[in-house]
Nanobody, 127 residues
Framework: QVQLRESGGGLVQAGGSLRLSCAASGRTSSIYGMGWFRQAPGKEREFVAAIGRSGVGSIFYADSVKGRFTISRDIAKNAMYLQMNSLKPEDTAVYYC???????????????????WGQGTQVTVSS
């Protein structure tokens, strides 16, 4: 089993930045892709960004965050990060870290493809 824990959420003004972290523990050698998802109040959980095991060459962003968010991963530390810049009120949501145990040519963007989930961290962007 794999356990995931997010941290770094908080309250920030529009235009500001936050850096989310996801720490993985347990059978981390079984993890291939990792991703960030978010769920705003009253909305479905949606894909934000994903990164493959190699850390480069397999990175994918939702159009809504492209150019503002950067996903990265430190395999040695069993950690993943999401640097969020130029934050907007519509980025307000609970952000979830997810891990995929299936090796894929292209990193997964669908929730159903992820096997492990963290509890989430709240990000609130004030206008």
């Amino acid at each position: 089993q794999v356990q995931l824990r997010e941290s770094g959420g908080g309250l920030v003004q529009a235009g500001g930045s936050l850096r989310l972290s996801c720490a993985a523990s347990g059978r981390t050698s079984s993890i291939y892709g990792m991703g960030w998802f978010r769920q705003a109040p009253g909305k479905e959980r949606e894909f934000v960004a994903a990164i493959g095991r190699s850390g480069v060459g397999s990175i994918f962003y939702a159009d809504s965050v492209k150019g503002r968010f950067t996903i990265s991963r430190d395999i040695a530390k069993n950690a993943m990060y999401l640097q969020m810049n130029s934050l907007k009120p519509e980025d307000t949501a609970v952000y979830y870290c997810a891990a995929d145990k299936t090796p894929r040519v292209i990193v997964a963007a669908g929730q159903i493809e992820y096997d492990y989930w963290g509890q989430g961290t709240q990000v609130t962007v004030s206008s």
